[in-house]
T-cell receptor, first 116, second 109 residues
Framework: DAGVTQSPTHLIKTRGQHVTLRCSPISGHKSVSWYQQVLGQGPQFIFQYYEKEERGRGNFPDRFSARQFPNYSSELNVNALLLGDSALYLC???????????????FGPGTRLTVL | QKEVEQNSGPLSVPEGAIASLNCTYSDRVSQSFFWYRQYSGKSPELIMSIYSNGDKEDGRFTAQLNKASQYVSLLIRDSQPSDSATYLCAAYNNNDMRFGAGTRLTVKP
């Protein structure tokens, strides 16, 4: 089975532009989470979606938005790009485990965004 | 105060030794804990999850959780050069996964 897939792999944008990143979860997984990872840091939580509804949001500005589609794939949109948005953007999928204590997440390969 | 803290390292151990990685978390209601391995330029790869106090073993890896002390650890036995990577500790609660900055481990042949 395919794991989590993300596109594109790399992206170069200039300040002020808009970007859309895409993610397809593992087959059967219904939840998608987005993270931003800058060099030397751990991933920072941006959003989690389950069944097309937003379940959680991290401390990111409104320039960041996301959505989940009926096939459980997801898009992350970032408007008015800043230099500081340069990072590895990770998508993770999970079942989740209904009634379980946790939410084991499996990461895709990431999209490397560079803002010039 | 960082919510999930790890020693940044680098931690260096000889091949065949035990590597011990530690993590503390500040949110007492965190329910689940995860260890991920991340090679340079790659995405995090799940090693283990742990939900209950005590030890959980999987091959060469043992995770330990102490909720009273808000402490999670990962032991890697018989360390191999291929274990050289950054190890990320994560705590999950209420649809929110918080990661530490990671500990960089180097296993020397």
């Amino acid at each position: 089975d395919a794991g989590v897939t993300q596109s594109p792999t790399h992206l170069i944008k200039t300040r002020g532009q808009h970007v859309t990143l895409r993610c397809s979860p593992i087959s059967g997984h219904k939840s998608v989470s987005w993270y931003q990872q800058v060099l030397g840091q751990g991933p920072q939580f941006i959003f989690q979606y389950y069944e097309k509804e937003e379940r959680g949001r991290g401390n990111f500005p409104d320039r960041f938005s996301a959505r989940q589609f009926p096939n459980y794939s997801s898009e992350l949109n970032v408007n008015a790009l800043l230099l500081g948005d340069s990072a590895l953007y990770l998508c993770a999928s999970s079942l989740p485990q209904a009634g379980g204590p946790g939410d084991t997440q499996y990461f895709g390969p990431g999209t490397r965004l560079t803002v010039l | 105060q960082k919510e999930v803290e790890q020693n940044s390292g680098p931690l260096s151990v000889p091949e065949g030794a035990i590597a011990s990685l530690n993590c503390t978390y500040s949110d007492r209601v965190s329910q689940s804990f995860f260890w991920y391995r991340q090679y340079s330029g790659k995405s995090p790869e799940l090693i283990m999850s742990i939900y209950s106090n005590g030890d959980k073993e999987d091959g060469r890896f043992t995770a330990q959780l102490n909720k009273a002390s808000q402490y999670v650890s990962l032991l890697i036995r018989d360390s191999q050069p291929s274990d050289s990577a950054t190890y990320l500790c994560a705590a999950y609660n209420n649809n929110d996964m918080r990661f530490g900055a990671g500990t960089r481990l180097t296993v020397k042949p």
